[in-house]
């Protein structure tokens, strides 16, 4: 009976842990990051918390099953917010090279005292 109830509060955490995996992708869709890394850093306890759990729970081969299932979806909705970040991460990496371009170009064609004789690589 104990292990029944114990298995449920695992499960209970793990779709915490489901629905937080939900709500930082939303964050990160809006583009609100310091809200998406303060809910990972706070899940960070829930997580050892159900590896402590599982470590001492026998669970029956049913359970087990169920609980695969719910761990392979939130595996997947963290693999989704990866790439989501990688992707976001190319595209400020490239906004950035491309402003460092054109603040080069400027530079070049700016003939104040300070940049006066400048070179410009345009190779770049």
Partial sequence: MQDEQ???????????????????SRLIDKEDF????????NREPMFLNCKCMRKYLELTPVQQKEL??????????????????????????????????????????DFDADYSGSILNIKE
Wanted: cysteine-free.
């Fill in 34 to 41: 310091d809200n998406a890394i303060t809910m990972i850093k």
């Fill in 6 to 24: 114990q298995f449920e509060q695992l499960m209970l955490q793990y779709n915490q842990l489901k629905n937080g995996s939900e709500e930082i």
């Fill in 68 to 109: 695969d299932n719910l761990l392979e979806e939130i595996r997947d909705l963290e693999m989704a917010n990866i790439k989501k970040l990688e992707a976001g991460k190319e595209n400020v990496l490239a906004e950035l090279k491309k402003s460092q371009k054109t603040q080069k170009i400027q530079r070049a064609y």
